[in-house]
């Protein structure tokens, strides 16, 4: 860039006599001037030559004038008398005087100066005055003219008209050869004038051709190169002109251009190689969060990871440490798989490699994988001395960490939650055995002390015979709630949605019985279940349709499923049949029971109603966790 400014300061500095606008204009002045000059010279000869033709002609009548005076002498005795010849003379000495004096003869003479043309006239005018006019004054000027007179004076004339007219025939050539040389320098003043302008114009051709039409032929191809990335070009005129300038500012805006080429081909080769590592890494990140998604996160998929990140980053030592349980003491250690050796610490209390223990000096440095307080453990990380890591490695490393502790945390939290829904389960089991057999099984034990009893009473049969059925009767109804808690808790949800779990309990229900049509009216939008509340929303609603199947007498069971306004969700199930009593609830049995505790468990609320004998409405409503 200053190359050029300093090339077009100096342009600005060309010589006067080195600008081709100088060069090509100092010709055309000269062909102007020539052409002007030569315009200006036919004007002159035109000028000068303007009156020469009518000199020549009236010379020419003067001479037929000098003949015609001889002929007028010769009239006496003929045609006219004396003294017509006189006035006759009078008026042809006039008019040859006039012409002699006034006319164009005498101007081009005067024009002269000196020369042929004033000599010639000289001697005309000489002979006229002293050797012809005194000839016939006698006869222009007496009253009495004799005809002796006359033949004297025409004597005298006719001797003198002959040398008088080689003297006007002198005069007339004279003037023609004026005007002839007048012509001549007028056609070499043209000759030159042509000449002059073609050598101008042939030295204007041959320094445009030169300084002009061969540069810019050669700033052509040279922009031709341009166009298509080919800075190396050059143009070849180096002359100390405009053209020159250009095409010297032309080499060094090619050159310059060629530079940032190139540094644009070395950013472009950079951002390039930016985009395909960061391609890889994004790449990275999602094939370990997929890994990290599908559960359990076994000791494969993290040695995997840690490989990965390896050969990613470039880091020599990579060491993954974790734990299954939430801030422990003890870790399992994860190698990349071409790095597998034993941990030789063992004391993971005092580890040089835990987040508390830190050598950057040393270019180590760890990631603590933690998630709201929780630890799971660390990445460690050692580069070398004087190395540390670069930002984008961090940034990938603390990436790879976020990933590792959201699972790691979401892993922890599933277990907690697993447990906790055990519990819960192991809960209501433990409550409905004791409700249902734990007092069935009571009651028998009082039946059979009872007929124990009988026996040691020796009572009658019939009194023993009622026991026993009463004893029967107990068993059997334990037996029957047994197969239906058994069934209970063997129930699965292995639908992917709640939908297609209901789908399916309505589908298997109206299987069951051929008169009875079982239908599905589900009108939920976006209602997230947990999986706690999927499984008491199932249980519920398979017990209800249990009942409605055994006891209503319907021949249409319909599942309604639907969303009120602040998040509330209703599931009911409505028959068609007998309906149901006030009081539903029977000794040894604990269906419904068991309902009202599951609903409880969801913070939701159950009705049983009879829809005036016409039919009974069981219903759950409450509201999901996930809006709560």
């Not at 191809?221 to 070849?236: I, K, L, M, P, W």
């Not at 969700?569 to 505790?597: A, C, R, W």
Request: hydrophobic fraction near 40%; charge should be negative; glycine fraction near 4%.
């Amino acid at each position: 860039m200053v190359s050029t400014m300093t090339k077009m300061i100096a342009g600005k500095k060309l010589r006067f006599s080195q600008s081709i606008a100088i060069q090509v204009l100092i010709p055309m002045v000269v062909i102007g001037l020539l052409a002007l000059a030569s315009m200006l010279i036919s004007l002159l000869v035109t000028l000068n030559t303007q009156h020469d033709a009518e000199a020549i002609n009236i010379a020419g009548s003067m001479r037929m004038q000098s003949y015609r005076i001889a002929v007028l002498l010769q009239q006496p005795n003929k045609d006219m008398s004396e003294i017509k010849i006189a006035e006759a003379l009078t008026k042809e000495h006039q008019l040859f005087s006039q012409k002699l004096y006034q006319s164009s003869i005498s101007k081009a003479a005067e024009k002269v100066g000196r020369g042929g043309i004033k000599q010639r006239y000289d001697e005309v005018v000489d002979n006229w005055e002293k050797n012809i006019v005194p000839i016939f004054s006698t006869i222009m000027s007496g009253s009495q003219i004799s005809t002796e007179q006359i033949s004297n004076a025409s004597n005298r004339y006719l001797s003198q008209v002959d040398d008088h007219v080689d003297k006007i025939n002198s005069l007339v050539l004279s003037i023609q050869q004026n005007t002839e040389e007048k012509i001549e320098l007028l056609g070499v003043y043209e000759g030159l004038s042509i000449f002059l302008s073609f050598l101008a114009l042939v030295f204007i051709v041959m320094r445009a051709d030169q300084n002009l039409v061969k540069p810019l032929k050669d700033l052509v191809r040279a922009a031709e190169h341009t166009s298509v990335g080919d800075f190396s070009y050059r143009t070849y005129y180096e002359g100390v002109n405009e053209i020159g300038l250009l095409c010297s500012t032309f080499n060094d805006m090619s050159a310059s251009l060629a530079r940032h080429y190139r540094k644009l081909e070395d950013l472009v080769n950079d951002k390039t190689a930016q985009l395909q590592q960061t391609n890889q890494i994004l790449d990275f990140l999602y094939n370990t969060a997929q890994r990290l998604s599908d559960a359990p996160i076994e000791r494969d998929k993290l040695a995997d990871i840690v490989t990965d990140l390896k050969k990613l980053t470039g880091i020599p030592q990579l060491s993954l440490c974790l734990t299954s349980e939430a801030s422990t003491e003890k870790y399992d250690l994860i190698l990349p798989s071409d790095d597998q050796h034993p941990c030789d610490i063992g004391d993971c209390v005092n580890c040089f490699m835990r987040p508390d223990n830190k050598h950057p000096e040393k270019g180590e440095e760890s990631f603590a994988i933690e998630d709201t307080g929780e630890s799971f453990g660390f990445l460690y990380v050692k580069t070398g001395e004087n190395l540390p890591l670069e930002p984008w490695q961090k940034r990938l490393i603390e990436s790879v960490v976020e990933h590792l502790s959201f699972a790691m945390a979401l892993q922890y939290r599933e277990g907690l939650s697993r447990r906790l829904m055990l519990f819960e389960e192991r809960s209501i089991i433990a409550r409905e055995l004791h409700d249902s057999l734990a007092q069935s099984l009571s009651y028998m034990k009082m039946q059979v002390a009872r007929i124990a009893k009988l026996f040691e009473r020796k009572a009658p049969e019939e009194d023993v015979r009622e026991g026993l059925e009463d004893l029967q009767q107990g068993m059997n109804a334990a037996y029957k709630h047994l197969r239906e808690l058994l069934t209970t808790f063997r129930l699965k949800l292995d639908a992917p949605t709640l939908y297609l779990a209901l789908k399916a309990t309505v589908d298997e229900f109206d299987k069951m019985r051929d008169d009875i049509d079982v239908v599905l009216d589900y009108g939920l939008g976006h209602c997230p279940l947990s999986a706690n509340e999927d499984i008491h929303v199932l249980q519920i609603i398979r017990e209800a349709m249990t009942n409605a199947v055994k006891h209503s007498k319907s021949d249409r069971i319909e599942l309604k499923c639907e969303q009120q306004d602040g998040h509330k969700t209703i599931f009911s199930v409505v028959d068609n049949g007998v309906g149901i009593s006030d009081n539903p609830y029977k000794e040894h049995h604990y269906g419904l029971s068991t309902m009202q505790e599951r609903a409880k468990l969801v913070d939701g609320e159950l009705n049983i109603t009879s829809n005036n004998g016409d039919g009974t409405t069981v219903s759950l409503a409450f509201i999901p966790e996930a809006f709560n």
